[in-house]
């Protein structure tokens, strides 16, 4: 059985949602993804971040209730996964940069890049605002993975504010390329 993550956990500080996030599993139908990357986006003051520019149609889900999926489409083709964090009302949000996708053999199959992430899953702008603290087809779990160790970067791929080191990366997933699935939760 799996414990899915709570609100209360999401309601936290981004930096330290973001950092949690790692060795956690994301689920999606039958699919179950070790989390080994993630990045923060905080506030109005962030100016890589979509709420930099304000409450809007498409930033709404940001400034709502912490634990829902926040997806949008980049350069047209590609879907991003984020979960919001911090208190309803303060826009912040995670995004999900790389997973290793588990699978019945090994090793498992390590996605980067979050379009790639969605692509795989076949994550889209459907599964936008959903409540990710209260739905077992599409949540994220703890797991009993301990990681400790990570490293902090500037976030990749953005123009604006990138001083901030709030990308959070596993450094070396060879050893989750080959855990064995048991220690994992299981669906039920």
């Known amino acids: 059985m799996y414990n899915i993550l709570k609100k209360s956990f999401y309601k936290q500080k981004s930096l330290d949602v973001a950092s949690s996030l790692l060795g956690k599993m994301l689920l999606f139908n039958q699919h179950k993804g070790i989390i080994t990357e993630t990045e923060a986006y905080i506030g109005q003051d962030d100016q890589a971040a979509h709420s930099f520019h304000g409450y809007t149609k498409r930033t709404a889900v940001m400034f709502g209730n912490p634990g829902f999926s ?21 826009p912040a949000a995670i995004l999900i940069r790389s997973i290793i996708l588990l ?15 969605c692509k795989i899953l076949d994550i889209t702008k459907e599964h936008n605002n959903i409540d990710m603290t209260a739905n077992h087809s599409f949540c994220i779990c703890d797991t009993n993975l301990n990681i400790d160790d990570y490293i902090c970067t500037p976030r990749i791929g953005i123009s604006k504010a990138t001083d901030k080191f709030w990308r959070f990366v596993i450094p070396d997933v060879t050893s989750l390329q080959y855990i064995d699935t048991k220690l994992v939760p299981t669906l039920t």
Not at 70 to 90: A, D, K, Q, S
Not at 109 to 116: I, L, Q, R, S, Y
């Open 70 to 90: 926040y997806v949008y489409l980049i350069y047209g083709m590609y879907h991003c996964l984020n979960v919001v964090t911090e208190p309803e009302g303060f």
């Open 103 to 117: 699978s019945k053999n090994t090793p498992h199959t390590k996605v980067n890049g979050p379009g790639k992430i």
